[in-house]
């Protein structure tokens, strides 16, 4: 993993990605005691930055291997993101989800063209034996969500533009908090900015109870969750850290920040009110700790990602009351 | 008005103002039958285009008005440019807006730092003569909302980013619905895109019952609403087209679309599921137009305006529950 695959995947995917702004709302910044810029891939095609990771890998295989199709295991952004990115490639997707991933997740990517298989995670169902063996009877080439090179470059792309937002803005010095699940999106990050931005430095969020790569970074190896799922912010839960990712992070990144479901729906209500925009739980975590971690973050400015918005009304709803009570 | 005075605000607000993207859907798409093109003005600063419109009239104003202060009337949204263009002048922004006005725009003007004054207009209060009275005895410089030639500029400076965007994605030729009150921004947008992008057409977008622009495109006189107040679509109610924009409309523009409140609810879900963002209902009416009045719309694509996105969170549930229903 390197910069120049980081740049390389911006030259491919260039004109397909969206170039997300970098917001802030003086009422945010009240909020949060200093500065806040808001990097809002929720505006993202597909609603994530998963898409970015998506389209880079999807665009670096052969003809004879989209013809053969692709397949990913999700719980729903990064299933999206392959699902658009294959049918743009005129390529076949099969995505392995687990059946209590949210509706509105399972419902776009079956719209986007994607062959969606359930499995029943609580029931035990083997989705690795079960990808296995549809790969192997198609020759479906498999995208990891995270623990895979193009990916990792893919997402670095919103580290590439932070870098030169950043620059514009007159930021050089900042702490760079970013959602986090496996660390694809803050690994790629964190290259981009060792190159275009060293002054700004990557702190991986994750939720309460899945602070898998917090408890990693601190003790400097691969640390698992307790449970599988369970967090109301299932988009950036996974059981560990990358075998890729860990080591850049370890070495670029840290220390991890941990807010719980109820910070993440606030920081839900605080993107609404303020931004307009529209935070899934999990995408909201990064802004959450630039409300409720302040002591735990340096410097004047901070710079968050909004990493996705896909998110079924009841939950929206939820948070909305939360802020109205 | 002509397109220089809206170059002319352009050069003025360049860098304060945020050049919003547009974006577009599969998903809206397919529900509205065409290319639908999205200008999310909800993402600019203070939540809406009123902003541009603020920032490029107080920009003009002299040290001497400056230093003695501004003054404008609106429900919510005009008050927010105003208040903020002029703290960002360090002048005094005197606001009068109705006591029954949405509470998160009267909180959000204060905030902004905006001298607040209620009036009741249910009781049939004079704001006017309130507000002369104030302005008399302060020298205070009115910023009216829409029949104010330097606000028109700003407002068209959407227009300029329209052309552009229009020219980057290829669209030579589609209507441009605009959402509608006196007719400012449709006018400012209509004038810009004459002398930038002739085969793109604009046309306003009003809620049922207050469709006094349509009206008066049809007949091509000044007609008014029967009621002052009452539609969901509070944001762009006025009781009559402006006495600069209507000329501008008539030459440029029509003919005008309606829709009710409930399309505009819809709308929002829409917004809120598929774009990931805030829409009010008087800031989703054209995107609303879009979905429920394809056939009067020509074209492969549309282009639409999301004017603002400052909603009260009940309303916003509103929207929500109506599209989980």
Known sequence: MNI???????????????RTPLLNSPFIDEMAGRRVWIKPECLQHTGSFKYRGARAAVSALSEAELARGVIAY????????????AREHGATAVIIMPADAP??????????GGEVVLYDRAAGEDRDALGAELSASRGLTLIRPFDEPQVIA????????????????????ADVVVCCGGGGFASGIALALEAEAPGLRVRPCEPAGFDDMARSLATGRQCRNATPSGSLCDAIVSPQPGELTLPVLLRLAGPGLVVTDNEALSAMAAAFSHLRLVAEPGGAVALAAALFRQDE???????????????????????LHRNMA
């Open 297 to 319: 973050i340096d410097g004047d400015d901070v710079i968050v990602t909004i990493s996705g918005g896909n998110v079924d009304a009841g939950v929206f709803q939820t948070a």
């Open 154 to 173: 893919g997402q670095g792309t919103a580290g590439l533009e932070i870098a030169d937002q950043a620059r514009e803005a007159g930021i050089s010095d």
């Open 74 to 85: 999700s719980s729903g952004n990064h299933a999206q993101g392959v699902a658009l990115a």
């Open 4 to 18: 120049d695959m980081i740049r390389a995947a911006q030259k491919r995917i260039a004109g397909h990605i969206r």
């Open 103 to 112: 509706r509105v997740k399972i419902d776009n990517t079956r719209a986007l």
